[in-house]
C-alpha cells in the first residue's frame, strides 16, 4: 500500500491519517524535508491557511513542497490545504504565501458569517459514484470556495442550493467546492471528519497511480 504524508505543522493531522488507513494506505506525519521526500503522496489538511504557510516556510518545507509538486507528486489538500493549492488566492492576509500548483481563484472564508459552517450532501465526481454511490455528506468549516478555474481544472463537485438542515448557502450555490488538476486534489469541505473514507480513497488511487 502505498505511503501517503500528511503535513503535520497544525490542523486536523489525526483525522486524515486515519482516513487515509481507512482507505488503504501507509499514513505519515510530514515535517521536515527529509520525511516529505519518503512519501508516495501528501494531504495539506484543514486549519489556517496563514498560520500553515508561515509554518511551511519556518519548517524549511516552503520550496521542498512546491518543488515536489512541480516534480508531479499527489498532493490532496481540504479547506485551508484547498487554499494552499491554489494559484491565486482572493481575501488572502497580507503577506499569505501559498505552494500553489492548481490554476484556479480561491476565496478565502467565502461563505460569510451566517453560514461559516454547515453541511450539504453533494455529488462528488470519482468520490459518489463509489461503493453504493451514496451522495457524499459534506462537512464546511469556515471554507473557501474556487471563484475561477482555469481549463486544466476539473470540476468535481459544486455547492446545491440547501445544506442538510434545509438553510439556504446564500451565494455559494452552483460554486465549485472540489476539483482536481492532473496530480492536485483540492475540497472545500473536510471529508476526515464525517467517517466516510471515500474521498481519501480517490486520493489513494491517485497515489498508487503513480
Ligand atoms: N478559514 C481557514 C483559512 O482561511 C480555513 C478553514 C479550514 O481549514 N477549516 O485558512
Known amino acids: 500500500s502505498p505511503t501517503v504524508g500528511v503535513l ?18 501507509r499514513a505519515v506525519p510530514v515535517r521536515r524535508p527529509a520525511e516529505l521526500a519518503a512519501v ?27 518543488e515536489a509538486v512541480a516534480a508531479g507528486l499527489p498532493v490532496y489538500g481540504s479547506c485551508a490545504g484547498m487554499i494552499l493549492l491554489a494559484d491565486r488566492v482572493e481575501g488572502a492576509a497580507d503577506g499569505q504565501r501559498t ?26 465526481a470519482g468520490v459518489s459514484d463509489q461503493d453504493g454511490g451514496a451522495p457524499v455528506r459534506t462537512v464546511f468549516i469556515r471554507a473557501p470556495w474556487v471563484e475561477e ?3 486544466r481544472v476539473e470540476v468535481l463537485a459544486r455547492i446545491p442550493l440547501r445544506a442538510v438542515d434545509g438553510s439556504p448557502v446564500g451565494t455559494g ?7 482536481r488538476q492532473g496530480r492536485l486534489l483540492a475540497t472545500a469541505f473536510h471529508p476526515e471528519i464525517t467517517g466516510d473514507p471515500r474521498v481519501h480513497a480517490l486520493f489513494v488511487r491517485m497515489v498508487a497511480a503513480g
Do not use: C, Y
Not at 508516495?40 to 512546491?66: A, H, N, Q
Open 149 to 151: 478555474a482555469g481549463p
Open 99 to 124: 505552494v500553489g500548483g492548481m490554476d484556479m481563484t480561491v476565496r478565502r472564508n467565502a461563505f460569510g458569517r451566517q453560514v461559516d459552517s454547515f453541511e450539504a450532501d453533494l455529488e462528488v
Open 40 to 66: 508516495d503522496g501528501l494531504v495539506l489538511p484543514g486549519g489556517e491557511s496563514t498560520t500553515i504557510g508561515k509554518l511551511l516556510g519556518v519548517f524549511g518545507l516552503e520550496d521542498p513542497l512546491r
Open 173 to 179: 450555490a452552483g460554486k465549485i467546492v472540489a476539483a
Open 8 to 25: 503535520a505543522l497544525q490542523g486536523d493531522v489525526r483525522e486524515h491519517a486515519a482516513a487515509l488507513e481507512a482507505a488503504g494506505a
